[in-house]
């Protein structure tokens, strides 16, 4: 199929189209000849952000790069159906397999389908999704939650990571959404994804503390594991402890260090909840980290004002951005990826022996 031309609006005061499209050429020319898109010119590759960038590129009309990008993981995916943590070309610099970044490739391809809606080259990744998402659940807890990791020597973490999870969530509806796309049924995905999804709504203790990190905050919202009247009070509850009023978004809560990117996730969360203007508001902050080129700096530490790490800018920062003002402007058919209704519901499903009462809860997203 020929590629579509991109369509991303720009937003009036924050962004022009032709800013965007600087940022989408950043990547496209950071991308490597073997499809790799690494965190910076010489940097290392993980899967999990190599896909978002890929996912950017798409809305921006980069399908060609979009879809090498995809290609490289299907040629180094690993026989069990993972990948290493980082890469640098074909080198392995981080030998540790973590099951959230494995399982993102079906958010991104799903992402892809229904931008291009290239039936396609789907159907040819979509062994490569099979193959990530049966390694994934391989480490589902009788709890629900996923052990968050393997190390170097194969041993898998004995704890679940609560961001993690909540993206695999998300990333386990998508290839559901996928399978069913291919009239191709993966029952196992959609129960799987019911447990996790109570888990994450209902058992927070089951996961490491990191409550200190602002995505342990709005992933669950983000994922679309919690939703409605409890999401919203979520982020109430959590805003003065991780928005840095005028800055945007603290990674860490111990810190005035603020990331682009978890700012740019914050904004697709906050229109996930329909609070388009405190979205746009926090999205116009990351114009302080913003280059000539198009490319973001990955964070800024105040009150010194200072970058950091010093000078470095990421792939992943520029990409959350452009699916932050794809969502904000609903460009592409893919922008409304993270609100309700855009991938399949599930049942939620209690762990063996839970004793809440879930009888009127049928449902974690509507249909």
Wanted: with cysteine; hydrophobic share 40%.
């Amino acid at each position: 199929m020929a590629d579509v031309v991109s369509t991303m609006a720009g937003i009036p005061g924050i962004l022009t189209p032709e800013q965007v499209e600087r940022s989408a050429s950043s990547l496209a020319t950071l991308q490597r000849p073997d499809g790799q898109i690494p965190w910076f010119p010489g940097g290392h590759t993980d899967a999990w952000n190599h896909v978002e960038a890929a996912m950017a590129l798409t809305v921006t009309g980069h399908l060609e790069e979009a879809r090498q990008a995809y290609r490289w993981l299907q040629d180094c995916q690993l026989g069990d159906g993972s990948w290493f943590n980082y890469y640098v070309g074909s080198t392995v610099v981080d030998a540790r397999l973590d099951t959230n970044v494995c399982a993102y490739v079906a958010t991104g391809l799903f992402h892809y389908l229904l931008v291009t809606d290239d039936v396609d080259f789907v159907a040819s990744m979509f062994p490569v999704v099979d193959q990530a998402l049966e390694f994934v659940l391989r480490w589902q807890l009788p709890d629900g939650t996923i052990r968050w990791s393997l190390d170097v020597t194969g041993h898998a973490e004995s704890y679940s990571l609560l961001t993690g999870s909540s993206s695999i969530f998300h990333a386990l509806r998508c290839g559901v959404a996928l399978a069913e796309r291919l009239d191709v049924t993966r029952l196992s995905w959609e129960l799987a994804a019911g447990r996790l999804g109570h888990a994450i709504a209902h058992h927070r203790g089951a996961f490491a503390p990191k409550n200190e990190f602002a995505m342990d905050w709005y992933y669950p919202i983000f994922s679309g594991a919690l939703t409605g009247e409890a999401a919203e009070n979520r982020i109430r509850d959590g805003w003065e402890t991780h928005v840095m009023e005028g800055y945007g978004v603290r990674c860490v809560s111990t810190n005035d260090w603020v990331t682009a990117a978890e700012t740019a996730e914050c904004v697709l969360t906050l229109d996930a909840l329909g609070w388009t203007s405190q979205a746009l508001d926090l999205l116009s902050l990351t114009s302080r980290h913003r280059r000539e080129d198009g490319s973001y700096w990955t964070g800024i530490a105040y009150p010194e004002a200072v970058t950091f790490p010093f000078e470095e800018t990421t792939s992943y920062t520029a990409a959350a951005i452009i699916l932050a003002v794809d969502a904000l402007t609903s460009c592409s058919p893919a922008s409304g990826l993270f609100r309700d209704g855009a991938v399949p519901a599930v049942v939620d499903i209690p762990e063996p022996g839970c004793t809440l009462n879930l009888t009127d809860h049928v449902s974690r997203t509507n249909n």
